[in-house]
């Protein structure tokens, strides 16, 4: 089975650019030449001394103890929450700034949501000294000042999105226009593995980093570079397909993914996608996405902002199909509870999203030599008032 995307741009059924034709010479121009780019010596030496000296990588590879005896099988957390702004996004971010740098862009526009991404990016504008432009709906600003203030300290405009539910989605359409109107001198910095062919593509190489080590590291703590299962949560899903990357060809390691439930699959509240979804095209791809019978998009619900998406990536789309990934759905509950048992158990406040994936560890059926990898995403510094109000702390 192949897993990886072809030459136009799809995976199995998934992918592909379905843009405005206004666009096309933007996505061309990457297309034809990002991984020149990235495969070339002098953008790897960059890459990799970033990663090293201001990402702080390798993250560690952490065996849980207290988890491992609780779950019955030896349980290792793959630690992006102590990278520079606290999760996986960063190595995506510096990864594009080089890129742009290459491609001789002069100004960086990005769209956000709960604001991880437009801070991750207004970090890496401000490494380089480059025009950093973050849209991001009026709903949202007023929700996530914290993350607000963070860009505008690194020089960051903000400008807010105020068509439609002024959230995410309507961000990503004032981007996009963006772009259109600066074709030239502008990139656009896509936060997680979705948009128009090469984006899901280039975002998953940059996050393959985390498998990447993962494998060195697991070899050389366990003597086999293959454990029984790998888990991540998925919102949009790059940290779920840097953390499978380099394990999609054991077909004898198990994919599992977490999507967020919300209040329930059924309950009209939820972002849960691989369930609920339908194929049609979202963002510039073809993928698995929420929508209503004529297709307009259905408002994703989800108490952890980052999984709070109405779609998955076009490669998540395909291993649904192909059944290579196994997709769990998990309330908001489960996920704060696990939230609040890593806590406990090993002093690691994990990011609400990351709660997702440790509490699909509740529903498999360990031997007692299993092995499993968790992908911990990011820390739950940002989530402390959500934390505060759920358990009255
Ligand atoms: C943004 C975010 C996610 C979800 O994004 P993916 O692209 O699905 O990885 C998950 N965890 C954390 C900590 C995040 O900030």
């Not at 025009?131 to 000042?145: N, S």
């Not at 128009?196 to 697991?218: D, N, R, W």
């Amino acid at each position: 089975m192949n897993y990886r995307v072809n030459e136009k741009g799809y995976y199995g059924d998934f992918g592909g650019a379905y843009i405005p034709e206004m666009l096309y010479p933007n996505i061309e121009d990457l297309r034809t030449c990002y991984l020149d780019i990235i495969n070339s010596p002098i953008f790897q030496i960059e890459y990799q001394d970033l990663l090293k000296n201001y990402v702080g990588r390798p993250s560690p590879l952490y065996h849980a103890e207290r988890l491992s005896k609780r779950y019955g099988a030896t349980i290792y957390l793959k630690r992006e929450d102590l990278n520079h702004t606290g999760a996986h996004k960063i190595n995506n971010t510096i990864g594009q700034i080089i890129l742009a740098e290459r491609l001789g862009k002069k100004r960086i526009i990005a769209e956000t949501g709960a604001g991880q991404h437009g801070v991750a990016t207004a970090t890496v504008c401000a490494l380089k000294g480059l025009e950093c432009v973050i849209y991001m709906g009026e709903v949202d600003i007023k929700r996530q000042a914290p993350n607000v203030a963070r860009m505008k300290m690194m020089g960051a405009t903000v400008i807010p999105a105020t068509s439609g539910s002024k959230t995410l989605k309507d961000a990503t359409n004032e981007a996009m226009r963006d772009w259109i109107n600066n074709p030239v001198d502008t990139h656009y910095i896509i936060g997680s593995v979705v948009g128009p062919h090469p984006y899901p593509e280039m975002v998953s190489l940059f996050q393959s980093v985390i498998s990447e080590e993962t494998k060195t590291q697991l070899f050389s703590q366990t003597g086999s570079s293959q454990p029984d299962y790998v888990l991540a949560c998925v919102g949009g899903g790059s940290n779920a397909m840097g953390m499978f990357y380099h394990f999609l060809d054991d077909e004898n390691v198990q994919l599992i993914a977490a999507e967020a439930a919300g209040l329930g699959v059924n309950s009209g509240h939820s972002a849960a996608t691989s369930i609920l979804g339908r194929e049609g095209v979202l963002h510039g791809s073809r993928t698995i996405l929420m929508q209503t019978d004529d297709g307009q998009v259905i408002e994703p619900y989800s108490i952890s902002a980052g999984l709070d998406y109405p779609g998955i990536g076009p490669q998540h789309a395909h291993l649904h199909k192909v059944k290579r990934v196994k997709y769990v759905a998990i309330t908001d509950d489960e996920a704060m509870q696990a939230c609040m048992l890593c806590s406990k158990l090993e002093g690691i406040i994990p990011a609400i999203e990351t709660g997702h994936a440790l509490a699909a560890l509740e529903n498999i059926a360990f031997k007692k030599t299993d092995v499993a990898v968790i992908c911990l995403s990011g820390r739950g510094d940002k989530d402390l008032d959500t934390f505060m109000n759920y358990f009255k702390l």
